[in-house]
């Protein structure tokens, strides 16, 4: 049974393939239906607005049948185990489960758990990965870099606690990408990427900005005075970023006037809607990839 924990489960071409697919569905050219005798569950232990909805309508657009667990309602809050939960929803008949939940590692643990019949797919955990949001941000560089060999990305905001950060600086400097992260001290991993503490000095020789959410939920102390103080330097302006030819990214939710000023949100260069757009259409290829044809 195919898993899909980290981009490192996918290869290079896997990833060619899958993105092909993904324009199809795209364009509409491929209304699919390979999923119409499969059964996929989605469990959510974090909020979500667009990767829920957008798993969901990929794996309707695919004929899936889809329940989306009401963790709230589900015996997880009567101290089941999420293990325990996961087993019966197999023997309930899931072929995949689709899960988020707020503690790194969790994903890989079921995943061997469930080895024989459920795919596990991770819709994030913890800080750790987001595999599906760094293939759709790739996709979409893609679209702009049709060979991003060379191209280069400042990766700004809360880097650290970012699991999508975490899944992009994994995948993107497999397809060439030169990443420089920026951000505060405080908000920066260890790492042998570049780092710089001034979005200022990077402006000038990036092509793509991709913007991230501050992670309050993960933080056990404040680290800065205000997010206020926080925006003064690491937002996204209109000033910032003047005419220059480049685009500007973000996972959403955007948190605006801290991480991108209202004015650049209805910018042209800005594709956080196109990314959200491409988020169905290459999470329908993933999931046809995985679970198609697999009984
Ligand atoms: C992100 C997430 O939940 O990891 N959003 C998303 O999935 N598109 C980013 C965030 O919460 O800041």
Redesign the pocket.
């Known amino acids: 049974m195919r898993h899909f924990i980290t981009t490192d489960d996918l290869t290079n071409n896997e990833i060619i393939n899958i993105f092909s697919d993904a324009e199809k569905f795209l364009k509409g050219e491929e209304r699919g239906n390979e999923l119409s005798k499969k059964s996929v569950m989605t469990l959510f232990f974090?909020?979500?607005t667009?990767?829920r909805s957008s798993f969901e309508m990929a794996l309707k657009r695919l004929g899936s049948r889809v329940i989306n667990l009401d963790i709230s309602k589900s015996s997880a809050s009567k101290g089941e185990t999420l293990l325990d939960t996961a087993l019966n929803l197999k023997s309930i008949g899931a072929d995949a489960l689709i899960v988020?939940h707020s503690d790194a590692g969790v994903t890989y643990k079921l995943a061997q758990h469930l080895n024989s019949k459920s795919s596990v797919i991770n819709?994030?955990d913890g800080s750790f990965a987001?595999p599906t949001?760094a293939m759709l941000d790739l996709f979409t560089i893609m679209k702009y870099f049709p060979d991003p060999q060379g191209k280069k990305i400042a990766i700004v905001g809360d880097i650290k606690n970012?699991?999508?950060a975490n899944s992009n600086i994994k995948l993107l400097p497999r397809f060439g990408i030169n990443i420089t992260l920026v951000a505060p001290p405080h908000f920066l991993p260890k790492t042998d990427l570049k780092i710089s503490h001034s979005l200022k000095k990077v402006i000038d020789e990036v092509d793509i900005i991709m913007s991230?959410?501050t992670?309050t939920e993960r933080h056990n102390q404040q680290v800065y005075a205000s997010l206020k103080d926080y925006a003064r330097d690491f937002c996204i302006t209109e000033e910032l970023i003047g005419q220059k030819d480049i685009i500007l990214m973000h996972?959403?939710?955007v948190n605006r006037n801290i991480d991108i000023s209202d004015g650049l949100m209805n910018d042209p260069r800005s594709k956080v809607l196109e990314q959200v757009e491409n988020?169905v259409a290459v999470r329908m290829a993933i999931l046809k990839y995985l679970l198609a044809g697999k009984k």
């Open positions: 974090e909020n979500s667009r990767t988020r819709a994030g987001h949001q970012s699991r999508v991230l959410r992670q996972p959403g939710p988020g």
